[in-house]
């Protein structure tokens, strides 16, 4: 499938590649209407990586980078996605987050003008809700909507207030960078928290390193110029 999408894409039938990434999930709904919702949070990460991709490689006219995106979806259906232990999964939402964000503000954010905020308030809280499920599937925990949610919340809330400044480090947009550091920081606390591996030494340590990487991003950001 992946070369199949690298063909279209190449014919300028992105439409028809995208159908086909949405098609190929359609065992989702081979089930009793009931399980449907349930099915599509399963997949969603699958779904989100799939359609970054294919965001990736219309944004470039480069046919190597193209290929270049056909390798990483393939090492993700045939490496990454079908592992199970909490690590892969652990991977699986950390990736589907990264390239989800990355493509929300490369298809939404970087336009000119850009899409309206409340777009990409929308884009990233649906992105980081269900990577943030996808993360809790593994553990045993009851509060996985809750936690979710706030997740989903708060990244919303990041969007509200530095949409208005959009600043990209390349290919990466600053709230994308932050939200990653976030994240993992917090995925690693809470995997190290249930694990009974979380001594209190090594709990100021991530959260002193998150803090730091964090003010280091915005301390030195060009904020010169940049309100939209």
């Known amino acids: 499938m992946p070369f199949l999408v690298f063909v279209l894409v190449r014919a300028d039938f992105a439409e028809i590649a995208l159908i086909l990434i949405l098609l190929s999930k359609w065992r989702m709904f ?25 965001i990736f490689m219309t944004n470039t006219g480069s046919v190597l980078w193209q290929l270049l ?48 905020l409340y777009q990409l308030i929308i884009a990233v809280w649906i992105v980081c809700y269900l990577s943030a499920r996808h993360f809790f599937t593994v553990f045993e925990e009851p509060f996985t909507s809750l936690y979710s949610h706030t997740w989903g919340y708060f990244s919303a809330c990041l969007i509200w207030i530095l949409g208005h400044w959009l600043l990209y480090y390349g290919t990466f947009s600053q709230p994308t960078v932050l939200l990653t550091v976030i994240g993992f920081g917090m995925a690693s606390l809470y995997y190290l928290k249930d694990n009974d591996r979380l001594s209190a030494i090594l709990k100021r340590q991530i959260i002193l390193v998150m803090t730091a990487a964090v003010i280091v991003i915005l301390v030195f950001s060009d904020w010169s110029s940049k309100i939209i």
């Not at 209407?33 to 989100?48: G, K, P």
């Open 69 to 116: 995106w056909v390798v990483a979806y393939m090492l993700w259906l045939v490496v990454l996605k079908p592992g199970s232990t909490i690590l892969a999964v652990g991977l699986q939402a950390l990736v589907g987050q990264t390239l989800g964000l990355m493509a929300v503000f490369i298809w939404l954010g970087s336009g000119v003008p850009p899409a309206p």
């Open 30 to 54: 081979s089930v009793r209407s009931r399980y449907w919702l349930a099915n599509l949070r399963a997949n969603s990460i699958d779904i989100i990586v799939g359609i970054s991709l294919l």
